[in-house]
């Protein structure tokens, strides 16, 4: 079975600065990854996902994350934190077994941005 | 704008009670997904149904039921035999081997 884990429930950065969530995965078959971003009290956006093309993935609002399967990581990046940023950010990984549709998320790390 | 729209974004509730949340999407996706957020847990998978007419059982699926009637709709109902069901619900969508989920915003459930 699939799993994932993010490293760090709480983040905090300045603003300007590098930001890094962490996440590994867990997986029998080279399974799609993805990182979704939540603001408070709504739904999960889509920020990036890796379907075994490039191994370095851009995403939306200047995020990319690289996947290292050597590793088993999947980490988040972003080289300079904007306010904006500030949410909770959430890995998965798919079952292939499901065709890919059924996705398995983290327990979520919030980023806090201190101005 | 297509997109996933569930209702009511808040929703209170008697202990006893049944409750059924609402998820409509107008993006043609054949699979749509129930999610049940608490914090610090991430999101647990409730239900889901990749076909009209057809659902399995996710990894916390005690106390709830769906119904997946059109391909559109996707209603949730909280039963009273779940036994605690204050909690933040996520309704999603997916196209046909993607993996990529669409949310809609949200229904908060507080039970009374």
């Known amino acids: 079975a699939q799993s994932v884990t993010q490293l760090g429930s709480h983040v905090s950065v300045s603003e300007g600065a590098l930001v890094l969530l962490r996440c590994n995965y867990s997986s029998s078959v080279p399974p799609y990854l993805f990182w979704y971003v939540q603001y408070p009290n709504q739904g999960l956006q889509l920020l990036l996902k890796?379907?075994?093309?490039?191994?370095l993935v851009k995403g939306i609002n200047g995020f990319e994350a690289e996947f290292k399967k050597s590793e088993t990581s999947f980490h988040l990046t972003k080289p300079s934190a904007h306010m904006r940023d500030a949410a909770e950010y959430f890995c998965a990984v798919s079952d292939p077994n499901f065709g890919n549709e059924k996705l398995t998320f983290g327990t979520g790390t919030r980023l806090t941005i201190i101005p | 704008d297509g997109g996933i729209t569930q209702s009511p974004k808040y929703l209170f509730r008697k202990e006893g009670q049944n409750v059924t949340l609402s998820c409509e999407q107008n993006?043609?996706?054949?699979?749509m997904y129930w999610y049940r957020q608490d914090p610090g847990q991430g999101l647990r998978l409730i239900y889901y149904?990749?076909?009209?007419?057809?659902?399995q059982k996710g990894d916390i699926a005690e106390g709830y039921s769906v119904s997946r009637e059109k391909k559109e709709s996707f209603p949730l109902t909280v039963t009273s035999a779940q036994k605690n069901p204050t909690a933040f619900y996520l309704c999603?969508?997916?196209?046909?081997?993607?993996?990529?989920?669409?949310f809609g915003e949200g229904s908060r459930l507080t039970v009374l």
């Open positions: 149904s990749q076909i009209v007419n057809d659902f």
């Open positions: 999603a969508s997916t196209a046909f081997l993607t993996g990529e989920l669409f």
């Open positions: 890796y379907t075994s093309a490039a191994t």
């Open positions: 993006l043609n996706h054949d699979a």
